[in-house]
């Protein structure tokens, strides 16, 4: 007999509905790219990147109750991983084996950034709310700091000439994997470990969960996907700056977060999609556009301070 609360749920089994069918639709739509704007087709690939890593990153700050700011610096981990194994083996192999060249590039990129995480986490995750944020977000300024006096991957002046291998398809099959993936992992009877570490550790430790490995584990996946959205991303762009992985970086995609709703992955979606797209939104008052992006965000957190997408939660389950 099952658990009520085993990856067999109601919850999970219409996760994995969804995970096929995001899977299909973005294998179909990756066919008709090459009719797209070249413009829409980069704002659709930011807004799937942007979705990996704002649900990586709740399930840190949402479900288990973290506050990391460190999230830009495992995505250039991932990034520059990622670009510099397709930039060395890309010559040397048929482009027949272009996309196998890719898929391993954003899993070495991706697993990188989780040996990052764990030797992140495990020294600093015994600590909890503002002391957590400082030193995630000290780590995140050293791994910039580092890679912007690397040679190897172009130093201050960038990392150049990477090979276009981000489409569509690819970027929201990987999304669809990432929402599943936590959906299901949070949702597991493993899982309920998250929630309860967040709900309260005290109580969470005198029922026999160890709120360290719960919360290095979260740290290690979110990790391991915001390297998968930094090759994604660094494949896309073609071109990698360690500005581009600075704090401010980070802050965005606490925000998506936070507007989504603290442990809502459906909501924090929704948030990625519409903080991705405001911007170009604004982009006809070039001038005022960062101000009124800012005055906007400031606006419904003020108006919403739960989140912005937020509704009930189903018994037993993960929104």
Not at 68 to 78: E, R, T
Not at 109 to 126: E, N, Q
């Amino acid at each position: 007999m099952s658990s009520p609360l085993s990856p067999a749920t109601p919850t999970c089994a219409g996760a994995k509905r969804w995970l096929i069918a995001g899977i299909i639709l973005a294998v179909v739509v990756s066919q008709f790219s090459a009719q797209f704007n070249r413009y829409h087709l980069g704002i659709l690939v930011d807004i799937g990147i942007n979705i990996i890593l704002a649900v990586s990153l709740n399930l840190i700050n949402g479900h288990t109750g973290q506050f990391s700011l460190g999230h830009a610096g495992f995505m250039a981990v991932g990034g520059y991983t990622a670009a510099k194994i397709s930039l060395v083996a890309s010559p040397m192999l048929p482009p027949a084996l272009q996309p196998v060249i890719f898929l391993v590039a954003l899993l070495a990129g991706g697993g990188l950034s989780a040996m990052t995480g764990l030797a992140v986490g495990v020294p600093s995750l015994r600590l909890r709310g503002d002391y957590l944020a400082i030193v995630t977000l000290g780590f995140g300024e050293i791994i910039r700091v580092v890679v912007q006096n690397m040679e190897s991957v172009g130093a201050a002046s960038g990392l150049k000439g990477i090979p276009k291998y981000t489409s569509l398809g690819w970027t929201f099959a990987l999304a669809a994997i990432t929402i599943y993936f936590v959906t299901a992992l949070v949702n597991s009877t493993y899982g309920r470990g998250f929630i309860a570490v967040s709900d309260d550790e005290v109580a969470a430790s005198s029922m026999g969960i160890n709120p360290v490995r719960y919360k290095v584990t979260a740290f290690v996946t979110g990790a391991f996907f915001a390297g998968i959205a930094g090759g994604l991303y660094a494949h896309h762009k073609q071109f990698l700056s360690p500005t581009g992985f600075d704090f401010l970086k980070s802050i965005d995609i606490v925000v998506m977060v936070i507007l989504g709703g603290m442990g809502r992955t459906a909501g924090v979606v929704v948030a990625a999609i519409l903080l991705t797209l405001l911007p170009e939104v604004l982009r006809q008052f070039s001038e005022y556009r960062m101000i009124i992006y800012s005055l906007l965000i400031i606006v419904l957190m003020m108006a919403r301070p739960q989140g912005l997408f937020t509704w009930k939660r189903k018994k037993g389950g993960a929104a």
